[in-house]
């Protein structure tokens, strides 16, 4: 089965911290995606990444930023903490697509409260 | 940007009866696929279901897809009380990436 794994389930940070938010996947999945989830609003896209070092924008990346420097990890980080971040981040991964997007996989998710 | 809606947002019914939920996007697809999110869990992947494809089964799941319509439907059958969760739908409108639904939450009441 693939696991991925995110290194908190709950986690408080202040405004004005900078904040990292890491995710391993063990399935050597190219693709990794950082989401956040807000009542109402669904699943938003943040960051992808298709590969080592290779990263994309998704839908609101502002505040944000990613690394991924090995395959199997990929990293949120919040450069400046806002309270306006306070969320819960869920991170995801997939295989190379074929024909349309393959499924994702997804950790269990991270409750950022900012203060 | 939401590719896909969910109809209804919230759902409750009684043990064993059957559970629908709707999910309409504005785009063409490729695929569109279905995922469940138990309370302040991450999402588990339930269904997907191809553009060339109308109907799909998995266990008490039943997924139907109208590309004219651009709409799918998600049917539960003899629904259990370890279905309650949120469901949401999610397209593909661009390689890579999915576009999912704000959800549909429902609750199965013993």
């Known amino acids: 089965d693939v696991k991925v794994t995110q290194s908190s389930r709950y986690l408080v940070k202040r405004t004005g911290e900078k904040v990292f938010l890491e995710c391993v996947q063990d399935?050597?999945?190219?693709?990794m995606f950082w989401y956040r989830q807000d009542p109402g609003l669904g699943l938003r896209l943040i960051y992808f990444?298709?590969?080592?070092?290779?990263?994309e924008k998704g839908d609101i990346p502002e505040g944000y930023s990613v690394s991924r420097e090995k395959k199997e990890r990929f990293s949120l980080i919040l450069e400046s903490a806002s309270t306006n971040q306070t969320s819960m981040y869920l991170c995801?991964?997939?295989?190379?697509?074929?024909?349309?997007?393959?499924?994702?996989?997804f950790g269990p998710g991270t409750r950022l409260t900012v203060l | 940007s939401q590719q896909g809606e969910e109809d209804p947002q919230a759902l409750s019914i009684q043990e064993g009866e059957n559970a629908t939920m709707n999910c309409s996007y504005k785009?063409?697809?490729?695929?569109l696929q279905w995922y469940r999110q138990n309370s302040g869990r991450g999402l588990v992947h339930l269904i997907l279901?191809?553009?060339?494809?109308r109907e799909k089964h998995s266990g008490r799941l039943r997924v139907t897809l109208d590309t004219s319509k651009k709409s799918s439907s998600l049917l539960i059958t003899a629904s259990r009380a370890a279905d309650t969760a949120s469901y949401f739908c999610?397209?593909?409108?661009?390689?890579?990436?999915?576009?999912f639904g704000a959800g549909t939450t429902v609750t199965v009441r013993a």
């Open positions: 785009t063409s697809i490729n695929n």
């Open positions: 399935m050597d999945h190219e693709n």
């Open positions: 995801a991964s997939s295989p190379i697509a074929g024909v349309g997007t393959d499924t994702q996989y």
């Open positions: 279901i191809r553009s060339n494809e």
């Open positions: 999610a397209t593909d409108a661009n390689d890579y990436k999915l576009s």
């Open positions: 990444s298709y590969d080592v070092k290779m990263k």
